[in-house]
């Protein structure tokens, strides 16, 4: 039998079975990465791929890789229309537990409407589940995300609450590095 690669064995341990949920995976994965690198031109080429692949499969995608959406629509475009919908399409679904997929996903809905009271609480629901999780390489990642999250988050109440006329069209240059404009 044929060694799993690394997304192999991430699409087994969040239940994909199918080719397209592979294909969504690899391009949320691949979104995240140019995120990761402070590439958001790459990043959103990347979710668009991954939309595609959502729009032929979108019933059948599980919990989890709808929280990908929901997150990437978020950062990458700051699209509250979009994000709402992907976080609307993921409450259809039955959820196996509320992982830190879906704190983040339910965090990034709230931030992408300007609603910074309740990302902020739904932030703290997420950083308490981490806090219970040991210290290895994907959970750090998920708490190194997590910090990004409420740095969005506050820099973008701050902006919020000097009335910026300019919040609604300003997005993040990168979650890596959290610039509000292009």
């Known amino acids: 039998m044929p060694a799993l690669t690394p997304l192999d064995q991430h699409a087994a341990g969040v239940g994909i079975a199918r080719a397209s949920d592979i294909d969504m995976l690899d391009e949320t994965a691949d979104a995240e990465y140019h995120l990761d690198r402070g590439d958001l031109p790459q990043a959103r080429v ?91 390489g994907s959970n750090n990642y998920d708490r190194d995300c997590q910090a990004r999250l409420l740095e969005l988050i506050e820099k973008h109440a701050a902006l919020h609450a000097q009335g910026s006329t300019e919040i609604s069209r300003q997005r993040p240059t990168a979650f890596a590095t959290l610039a509000v404009t292009e």
């Open 46 to 136: 990347a979710f668009t791929q991954a939309e595609e692949v959502f729009k032929d499969s979108a019933s059948d995608v599980p919990p989890s890789l709808h929280a990908c959406l929901v997150v990437n629509a978020a950062i990458t475009r700051r699209d509250a229309e979009a994000t709402g919908t992907y976080w609307q399409s993921m409450q259809t679904k039955r959820l196996d537990r509320q992982d830190i997929n879906y704190w983040q996903a339910k965090c990034a809905f709230h931030w992408s409407e300007n609603r910074f009271d309740l990302a902020r609480e739904t932030w703290k629901a997420g950083n308490d589940y981490l806090s219970g999780l040991p210290q290895t």
